[in-house]
């Protein structure tokens, strides 16, 4: 399944990989036929990099307490209450809620695009969104990088969301953060994989 916020672009980069296969199967000339490989590798990269793949988790391993990855990707930060997931090329770049909850706010914020794993990415563009739960605030903010160019959102304000359910995602690029209650212990340690949807990154600290 191709993601929501990437059909656009792969309608058109499918039509116009059919457009240039058409005309160098009509006139035959090395010039279209180099047109037509670079246009067919670029949409195939790019389908693959807006693919969207169903995941979930089994609640029977997961509980109500336990918090799940909000991003494909590698652990490149950790501090006592926030966790940064950087997404390469290779992820799957839709982002998923970590937890349940209602949305109370989401903000975007404009700004650079540095590599997303460089620590002055604090000045990238970014998009956060606040969940409520039953556990505390959660924050997950999503970064654009030096290729990210759109952040896109899929849910809104003052609405439900369930745990692992879509809720956006970066084309392009490149890093999600979040920042956890207090009263969660993190369970992932820097550079560990993570798959979005499924693994759980922290839980509820019982009293």
Do not use: W
Request: charged residues 25%.
């Amino acid at each position: 399944m191709i993601a929501k916020g990437g059909r656009g672009i792969s309608v058109l980069l499918v039509m116009l990989t059919i457009v240039t296969g058409v005309l160098h199967s009509y006139y035959r000339n090395t010039p279209l036929f180099i047109l037509f490989l670079l246009t067919a590798g670029f949409t195939a990269a790019s389908l693959f990099f807006f693919r969207d793949p169903e995941r979930s988790y089994s609640p029977e391993e997961v509980g109500q307490d336990e918090m799940i990855s909000p991003a494909d990707g590698r652990v490149i930060a950790l501090s006592q209450n926030k966790i940064s997931i950087f997404m390469g090329i290779r992820d799957v770049h839709v982002n998923r809620a970590p937890i349940g909850g209602r949305v109370k706010c989401i903000r975007h914020i404009p700004g650079s695009h540095i590599p997303a794993y460089s620590k002055d990415s604090d000045r990238n563009e970014r998009n956060h969104i606040l969940i409520e739960t039953d556990y505390g605030d959660v924050l997950v903010t999503q970064i654009a990088g030096i290729i990210a160019r759109r952040i896109v959102t899929y849910i809104t304000s003052d609405t439900k969301v369930r745990k692992g359910q879509r809720i956006g995602m970066i084309r392009y690029g490149s890093r999600v953060d979040v920042t956890l209650p207090i009263d969660f212990e993190i369970l992932v340690s820097v550079g560990e994989r993570l798959r979005c949807g499924e693994t759980v990154i922290a839980r509820v600290v019982k009293p």
